[in-house]
């Protein structure tokens, strides 16, 4: 679909196409969740309602991240299409470019959009029968040239990442260390212990191995990428790829926003083989029940 549609240059249209992803059965109040049970205010403003159960009004971005901007809904909705399109990362300059708004703006909107795009999912990846790879990778200033260029990886920021080669799924998350502790939290967490745990021959595996149906280790040490039976990490090694090509659109990142970056490289890598359309409407259904507001300094943060 091209940027045409009346959804990215009318506020009314947008706001539809939002109802028709988020309240495909009826609208639901979020404040009591209550189904069936609003009625649109006469005379008020387009989509407003009021809910007949706990007496309250609301419209469908009461309680997403798009909640009590001023910015035009069709903005919002333009923008989460360009992200989510996007192969190689926009920046927050780009958006302000493209969207006629300050920069300001255009930084709070991208984080917001971000955070629509993390996972919410609690089912576990993998299962019997079925593989996960798990791998780290460190990203930050190696250049020589740069002033705050330090040797080794000690500054740098530090990201976990597991993949599922099979649904293409992938999930990433940033840690303050790579050791045994954070590394296996991350692990456990979203791993299917019946799965098959394929990593590299990093040590800190060696006992986090043994809690899944099988562990196969990949020594690249050794120059070895495939196993005899066919076993590699080149999944999430190609995740780690893709991540920092699209980290090249931003001139620096600070680590307390890692993670929601993290957060679109992983939706537009799980979500890689349907279209860009299709890939926007999904970020927008991730737009409930999230919120990031501004602190008195101006920094984001989760409320």
Not at 13 to 30: N, S
Not at 215 to 239: A, P, Q, W
């Amino acid at each position: 679909m091209n940027l045409s549609s009346p959804i990215y240059h009318d506020a009314d249209k947008a706001r539809e196409h939002l109802e028709a992803l988020l309240w495909a059965d009826g609208p639901v109040c979020p404040h009591c969740g209550k189904r069936d049970r609003a009625s649109k205010i006469s005379g008020g403003r387009a989509g407003l309602y009021f809910c007949n159960e706990c007496r309250k009004q609301f419209t469908v971005t009461v309680g997403t991240v798009f909640e009590r901007s001023k910015i035009p809904l069709n903005k919002w909705v333009l923008a989460t299409h360009i992200m989510s399109a996007s192969k190689t990362g926009v920046s927050a300059h780009q958006l302000h470019r493209m969207l006629g708004i300050t920069y300001k703006s255009a930084w709070f909107m991208a984080h917001r959009v971000r955070e629509a795009m993390g996972t919410t999912s609690k089912t576990p990846m993998g299962g019997e029968g079925e593989q996960v790879q798990s791998d780290e990778t460190y990203f930050g200033n190696s250049s020589k040239r740069a002033k705050s260029y330090k040797k080794g990886h000690s500054h740098k920021m530090k990201v976990v990442a597991l993949v599922e080669p099979k649904s293409g799924e992938v999930r990433a998350v940033a840690v303050d260390r790579l050791d045994y502790i954070r590394i296996r939290k991350h692990v456990v967490k979203n791993v299917d212990r019946k799965s098959t745990l394929v990593t590299d021959d990093a040590n800190v595996y060696r006992y986090l191995g043994k809690e899944f149906a099988a562990h196969k280790r990949i020594n690249h040490t050794l120059g070895s990428y495939v196993d005899k039976m066919g076993f590699t990490t080149n999944n999430v090694e190609n995740f780690f790829g893709h991540f920092k090509r699209s980290m090249k659109a931003h001139i620096h990142i600070e680590p307390q926003h890692l993670q929601r970056y993290l957060n679109e490289s992983t939706f537009r890598y799980s979500n890689r083989k349907i279209s860009d359309f299709e890939r926007a409407e999904e970020a927008l259904k991730g737009i409930e029940g999230k919120r990031l507001t501004y602190r008195p300094t101006g920094e984001a943060y989760h409320a």
